[in-house]
């Protein structure tokens, strides 16, 4: 057993210090050697389909449907095609409307989630173009699709999903990268960039992950928390969404992930010092916006735990705590702004005594309704 935790001591922390390697895998073999162009072989067939597609839908549940996210900011900005992204359980069961020539991206860690299996099969019927991206090779997902790319995080065995969540990302960016490239919404210098950015992201994650035994203080003293909220925007909403989730799935703490600007619409009614404010702050196009957010969280006396970028002096000295990641374009900056989360989550979750790898009521992949 400790010799499958690779010395670590859960799955899940052994997974979170997979990411720079399972990310790499995600990438690797479908970026060529020059940095120039992607070759998704998957997708060959599908791409006349994928770059005149009207609009593309994505499926999924729990963290799959939060990489769909990711994706649908990343397909719109690109590529130009609108987007929507669906919980499976909710499209399975209503009468969504599918015209000609949609395409469906169902997004599966595991290829057997009975929800997401049971949309596509709808939406086959249908008549729309179903892609995949799973990560278990040749599970039922995959068989239904006409078509798929595989993430190859291998094998996750923490319930919690993690690296499965980032190597989901890095092939939903490739994906979007390659569709705009093919379609001309982006230029050869704007896809050489981001190829570079996606290169450069193994490298950013390791250190993301240097700071852990920060995190680990951090956690010390938040783990009594009852509530806690989680604040990003843009590309950074999902990933507040994917940090409260994996905060509740390990702690049981109650978690809500929030778009920053939707919160005062709700959330701030819930402001005190007993609260724990998780702001995803890097300087992007968003970040005045976020500080604003956490000056307004600060004025209500709550506890600013931001994630910001090295060297944001201003910022730290506004928050109570804060953890730093390094700069990154704002298309890949899920993949390294989601690494601390995980470990804050992880450490909070031990203090507590829960058992990581194996929370209560949850299971890893779920075959039934
Ligand atoms: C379960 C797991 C989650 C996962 C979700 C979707 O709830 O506990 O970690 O995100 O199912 O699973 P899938 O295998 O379809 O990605």
Request: hydrophobic share 40%; aromatic share 6%; charged share 25%.
């Amino acid at each position: 057993d400790q010799l499958d935790k690779g010395g670590y001591e859960h799955y899940m922390l052994k997974e979170i210090y997979e990411q720079p390697t399972t990310i790499e895998q995600s990438f690797k073999g479908r970026i060529a050697v020059d940095g120039k162009s992607i070759v998704l072989g998957g997708l060959i067939d599908v791409m006349p389909q994928l770059v005149k597609a009207p609009r593309i839908i994505i499926l999924g549940c729990g963290t799959s449907w939060h990489a769909g996210l990711v994706a649908e900011y990343l397909i719109e900005t690109y590529c130009r095609i609108p987007v929507e992204v669906e919980y499976a359980s909710e499209f399975r069961y209503r009468t969504p409307v599918i015209n000609k020539g949609d395409v469906i991206i169902a997004v599966s860690q595991s290829g057997e989630t009975a929800d997401t299996l049971a949309a596509i099969k709808k939406a086959k019927e249908d008549g729309a173009i179903i892609i995949g991206v799973c990560n278990v090779v040749g599970s039922s997902i995959p068989r239904e699709t006409h078509a798929g790319v595989y993430t190859h995080a291998g094998v996750e065995i923490g319930v919690a999903s993690t690296k499965a969540f980032t190597a989901q990302v890095t092939v939903l960016t490739l994906m979007a990268i390659q569709i705009a490239k093919e379609k001309g919404s982006i230029d050869q210098s704007e896809y050489e960039i981001l190829i570079q950015e996606i290169l450069e992201v193994p490298n950013k994650v390791r250190v993301a992950l240097s700071k852990e035994d920060k995190i680990k203080s951090i956690s010390d003293k938040y783990s009594d928390a009852v509530n806690a909220l989680y604040l990003g925007r843009g590309y950074l909403f999902p990933v507040a969404l994917e940090g409260a989730l994996k905060l509740k799935e390990v702690s049981y703490i109650h978690a809500e992930g929030y778009a920053a600007g939707e919160m005062k619409h709700g959330p701030i009614a819930l402001v005190d010092d007993n609260l724990p404010v998780v702001a995803v702050a890097p300087k992007d196009h968003y970040y005045e916006k976020v500080v604003s957010n956490i000056q307004e969280v600060k004025a209500r006396k709550g506890n600013v735990i931001a994630v910001l970028n090295e060297g944001d002096l201003n910022l730290k000295e506004m928050v109570n705590d804060f953890i730093e990641i390094p700069s990154c374009h704002p298309a890949i900056s899920p993949l390294v702004a989601v690494i601390p989360l995980q470990l804050l989550a992880y450490h909070i979750a031990l203090n507590r005594g829960c058992d990581v790898d194996q929370p209560r009521n949850l299971a890893k992949s779920v075959t039934v309704e």
